[in-house]
Each structure stands twice: as C-alpha cells, then as structure tokens.
C-alpha cells in the first residue's frame, strides 16, 4: 500500500515538486476528495489531479490552514 509520505489537510498551503509557470510555487488545498484541487496562490490558477499523483508530486505542507485539534 502506498502511504502518503507528508500529511496535508484541506485549506493547507503547499510547496509542490515543480513550480508553477507563473513563478510561484505555493499552492492552497481547496478540494479533498479522490481529487485533490489545488489553487496557486501566485495567479490563482487551479488544478485538479488524482490523489495518488498529489503525493508524488508535493514537497511539502508549507502552512496548516486549520488547526487540527481546538484544545479548548
Ligand atoms: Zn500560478
């Protein structure tokens, strides 16, 4: 089974693999399903790719856009 090597989480913003054209390589998780969608926070392009091709190709979770736990 092939395990997600970086653990990301809707609303996250991530560095991937390769930048995107537009020179910005920061892109914010705006849909988790069997698709993930990715918007880039440079030109606010998006695009849609199968979760198994998001793990290849994200380098990292770059900030959490939702604590996990409120510990209140
Ligand atoms: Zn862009």
Do not use: Y
């Not at 089974?1 to 560095?15: G, I, K, Q, S, Y």
């Not at 993930?36 to 440079?42: A, H, L, N, S, V």
Request: net charge positive.
């Amino acid at each position: 089974m092939a395990r997600p090597r970086v653990a990301f989480d809707l609303n996250d913003v991530v560095e991937m693999k390769k930048p995107h054209p537009c020179g910005t390589n920061r892109w914010k998780i705006i849909r988790m399903g069997a698709d993930i969608r990715i918007k880039c926070q440079g030109c606010g392009h998006s695009v849609m790719m199968p979760r198994s091709e998001f793990n290849r190709k994200i380098k990292k979770v770059v900030a959490n856009g939702q604590p996990k736990d409120d510990e209140s």
